[in-house]
């Protein structure tokens, strides 16, 4: 065996131990991921020194700053607000009910982790719920007292328990909509799930003279998927759990129902207790707000973004090595302003204020002053508390395969193998990538099943001479889509731990929104991604094989 093809070997070998540890689980994956920085430079791969500086790239520090936002946002209630009110505008009716968690939850996982965002509905959903069915319980009961001459004192229906079968289905739908609508939404934005971000830093790496994927190219392609998908799956899961009831669900000037009244009222209540907005909520919001327009405006493709305001001579240097990628600079901005942009609170009255000087005594003639102590809008143990260092490290080791892969040359063998994939047309090539990494990541972690096909898809779209993002975009998207089981993913794991959900329940529904999944992305693929980035041309950045 020649020295080229024994390093190859070396690096498949690395890469066949971290994959099997990794779809196995049976270390921590965070503990998993050191594994590339032992064994590369044991075997010659890549040495020590090397290796080591792919553990920390501009990804973590677009992690860093997100974060910051999104432990901001947790911390003053303002995605609960969000959620509350985005539900109270859609109205009481169960199945509007149902679409407004969707869209709301939603809406708040483009920005935070898909875990705090299911974690924090989820709760209000459960109250939603069991007020809807001890409202019910309680206007039975008075309609048999009545008949009856009984009275009796009415007790509520105690958690987990269904009067009819209608209210047990209706729970079901409603915590799988929590669920499912919190991995469709991150799909949105690029630091909306970590498998987004792990494509961004590796397609960089791999292509760095590509310009394409940017946040506001990432949108402008996703919000449609997003879109489509929320409204299919809420189709989806009324048609299998609650029915399709079109009078029903269209109807127009009748007076609301019992069940209507109550859930208004439990979403009423929970945003009252909220209080008035603070000055913090405020100010968060304002950071959000500059954060998503600075990253749609940095470069957005159809018109010149604030990176064309530096002079004009240096704007080209700029553009292609100083700011190319520069997601990361708007969030670290933004944490910045967390810290400088806080909060005056009022402090213990000084005690030196109404003494006489060498007295010890209080004049109490002179009144007492009261400080204001400054506060940033989040401290930094608060900050690391949420971080989620282990992700970190796991891209970390992501990156460092993917290194291994291309100086060992095991990426290029592997694209040379799988040339013969050329003679078929591009989108059953396309499908069978996406059918595959959807089945594997039901069963293995999100971000390990991203990092462990990258390095394979990319080769073999040069090999068969495709677009590369032809393949990858649709491969990370689907990614996401693990719906089936409880420990496919944490937003599953969550909703499933409040017990209205049995495993072939999620199965049932997990299987369809796969598939609606698989489809949308396919549509999205052979459509409005083409023109966006030229998928049907091999482009210049990408190697020629």
């Not at 509905?121 to 809807?132: C, D, L, R, T």
């Not at 310009?211 to 899961?237: D, Q, R, V």
């Not at 009078?247 to 009252?272: M, P």
């Not at 002079?311 to 292609?320: C, G, N, T």
Request: aromatic share 12%; hydrophobic share 50%; proline share 6%.
């Amino acid at each position: 065996m020649s020295q080229f093809a024994l390093k190859e070997a070396e690096c498949a070998f690395v890469l066949f131990v971290v994959a099997v540890f990794w779809l196995s689980e049976a270390l921590p994956l965070s503990v998993t991921a050191f594994i590339p920085a032992l064994m590369f430079p044991l075997f010659g791969v890549i040495p020590s020194k090397k290796i080591a500086s792919t553990y920390f790239k501009d990804f973590h520090l677009l992690l860093t700053g997100v974060i910051c936002l999104a432990t901001s946002i947790e911390k003053w209630n303002l995605h609960k607000r969000i959620a509350l009110r985005m539900v109270m505008l859609v109205g009481v009716n169960p199945a509007w009910l149902m679409l407004g968690f969707m869209f709301s939850t939603g809406f708040l996982s483009m920005w935070l982790s898909n875990t705090s965002t299911a974690a924090m509905v989820m709760p209000i959903v459960e109250a939603v719920a069991q007020q809807i069915i001890n409202a019910e319980a309680e206007v039975d009961a008075m309609q048999i007292n009545s008949s009856d001459g009984i009275h009796n004192e009415i007790q509520p229906v105690s958690e987990n328990k269904y009067r009819t079968k209608k209210d047990q289905m209706m729970c079901k739908a409603m915590c799988l909509c929590i669920a499912y609508s919190s991995t469709i939404g991150g799909l949105t934005t690029i630091t909306g799930t970590s498998t987004n971000l792990i494509f961004a830093e590796t397609f960089q790496t791999r292509y760095p003279g590509s310009t394409e994927i940017n946040f506001g190219t990432w949108f402008l392609l996703c919000i449609p998927i997003t879109i489509i998908l929320m409204i299919l799956s809420w189709l989806w899961l009324q048609w299998l759990f609650l029915g399709f009831n079109f009078k029903e669900l269209f109807k127009c000037g009748k007076a609301k129902t019992q069940r209507e009244i109550a859930s208004a009222k439990v979403i009423l209540d929970e945003y009252k207790k909220l209080g008035p907005l603070s000055y913090q909520e405020i100010m968060t919001f304002i950071l959000f707000l500059l954060m998503a327009l600075l990253w749609f405006t940095r470069d957005p493709g159809f018109i010149p973004g604030w990176s064309a305001l530096f002079a004009e001579q240096f704007q080209k240097q700029i553009m292609e090595n100083y700011i190319h990628d520069a997601d990361y600079l708007v969030p670290l901005l933004e944490t910045m302003h967390q810290y400088f942009v806080g909060v005056y609170t009022r402090s213990h009255v000084h005690e030196w204020v109404g003494f006489r000087v060498g007295d010890s005594t209080r004049n109490p003639a002179l009144p007492a002053a009261k400080s204001f102590d400054y506060a940033p809008l989040i401290t930094w143990k608060e900050f690391q508390a949420c971080m989620p260092w282990d992700i970190g490290i796991l891209v970390g080791g992501g990156f460092a395969l993917a290194e291994g892969c291309e100086v060992s040359g095991l990426s290029q063998w592997i694209g040379n193998k799988m040339t013969p994939l050329g003679s078929l047309p591009i989108w059953i090539v396309v499908l069978i990538a996406c059918i595959i990494v959807t089945s594997v990541t039901e069963v293995a972690s999100n971000p390990a099943t991203i990092t462990i096909f990258l390095p394979i898809l990319a080769p073999l779209a040069e090999a068969i001479n495709v677009n590369p993002l032809y393949i990858l975009i649709p491969t990370t998207l689907c990614t996401s889509f693990a719906f089936l089981l409880p420990v496919a993913n944490p937003p599953n794991a969550i909703v499933f731990s409040y017990g209205h959900l049995q495993v072939i329940d999620m199965v049932k529904a997990g299987l369809g929104i796969n598939i609606l999944g698989v489809l949308v992305v396919m549509l999205c693929i052979s459509t409005w991604a083409i023109p966006m980035f030229n998928l049907n041309i091999y482009p210049s950045w990408a190697p020629t094989i």
